[in-house]
């Protein structure tokens, strides 16, 4: 998969995507990223991309020329699947957008900042926004950052173990069971005897029971 990501801020993507699991989808070449400078778009010598919103008010807006410019260069390289825009107002962010994103083949993350873009590259380039919960952030980096994240794991073999990612909260809209590893006692706090006993069928039916009580307890709107 290829994810472009463009941004005012590329340096917050270096860890990112140095770390980790999304480290180790680019080790086996199953992620491909490109962090984009939006700056070199500016259509000006200081660099700048932003000005005054129409009609006044508070906040500097993201102009359309650079970030068009910039998405019509690469367009010229990649067929997107998807150009997302990380916005507060944008759909929430669930399992199931991941997953659908994770079936494609090129994304374009396009980061917000200051007051959001120039209404026109939202009715014209973008074709999906995405908000990771109802929260601003200062900008859409971190959000970018959670889309690659959650999307790049469910890439077949980029975990280890291939049953992994499917046993995650929320992938059958129940939240996970509790997990405990070694020691199985702790100063009296012991792992439950059904998790030592060795049989897998009763296990699996104790780890089902835990998933919605816990969803129950937790996030019963999950429950339908
Ligand atoms: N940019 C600012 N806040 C955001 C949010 N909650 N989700 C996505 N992008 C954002």
Same mark, same amino acid.
């Given at each position: 998969?290829? /994810?472009? !990501?463009?941004?005012?801020?590329?340096?917050?993507? *270096? +860890?990112?995507?140095?770390?980790?699991?999304?480290? %180790?989808?680019?080790?086996?070449?199953?992620?491909?990223?490109?962090?984009?400078?939006?700056?070199?778009?500016?259509?000006?010598?200081?660099?700048?991309?932003?000005?005054?919103?129409?009609?006044?008010?508070?906040?500097?807006?993201?102009?359309?020329?650079?970030?068009?410019?910039?998405?019509?260069?690469?367009?010229?390289?990649?067929?997107?699947?998807?150009?997302?825009?990380?916005?507060?107002?944008?759909?929430?962010?669930?399992?199931?957008?991941?997953?659908?994103?994770?079936?494609?083949?090129? /994304?374009? !993350?396009?980061?917000?900042?200051?007051?959001?873009? *120039? +209404?026109?590259?939202?009715?014209?380039?973008?074709? %999906?926004?995405?908000?990771?919960?109802?929260?601003?952030?200062?900008?859409?980096?971190?959000?970018?950052?959670?889309?690659?994240?959650?999307?790049?794991?469910?890439?077949?073999?980029?975990?280890?173990?291939?049953?992994?990612?499917?046993?995650?909260?929320?992938?059958?809209?129940?939240?996970?069971?509790?997990?405990?590893?070694?020691?199985?006692?702790?100063?009296?706090?012991?792992?439950?005897?059904?998790?030592?006993?060795?049989?897998?069928?009763?296990?699996?039916?104790?780890?089902?029971?835990?998933?919605? !009580?816990?969803?129950?307890?937790?996030?019963?709107?999950?429950?339908?």
């Amino acid at each position: 998969m290829i /994810i472009d !990501i463009i941004t005012l801020f590329p340096s917050i993507f *270096d +860890e990112i995507f140095a770390t980790s699991i999304l480290k %180790r989808a680019k080790d086996k070449d199953l992620l491909s990223t490109n962090i984009i400078n939006l700056r070199n778009y500016a259509t000006n010598n200081y660099g700048s991309v932003d000005d005054y919103a129409y009609g006044g008010g508070a906040g500097m807006v993201m102009q359309v020329e650079p970030i068009a410019n910039c998405l019509n260069e690469w367009k010229q390289k990649r067929n997107y699947d998807e150009v997302i825009y990380t916005a507060p107002d944008g759909k929430k962010l669930t399992q199931a957008v991941s997953n659908e994103l994770s079936l494609h083949k090129s /994304i374009c !993350i396009l980061c917000g900042h200051y007051k959001g873009i *120039d +209404e026109r590259i939202r009715q014209h380039l973008i074709t %999906r926004e995405i908000s990771i919960g109802d929260y601003v952030l200062s900008g859409g980096e971190l959000a970018a950052a959670v889309i690659a994240d959650s999307v790049v794991r469910l890439l077949p073999g980029v975990l280890s173990d291939e049953t992994s990612a499917l046993s995650d909260s929320f992938q059958d809209g129940l939240i996970s069971p509790p997990v405990y590893t070694r020691p199985a006692d702790f100063n009296g706090w012991r792992v439950p005897d059904i998790l030592l006993s060795g049989n897998q069928k009763a296990i699996d039916e104790w780890r089902m029971e835990q998933s919605l !009580i816990r969803t129950k307890e937790r996030r019963p709107e999950l429950i339908h």
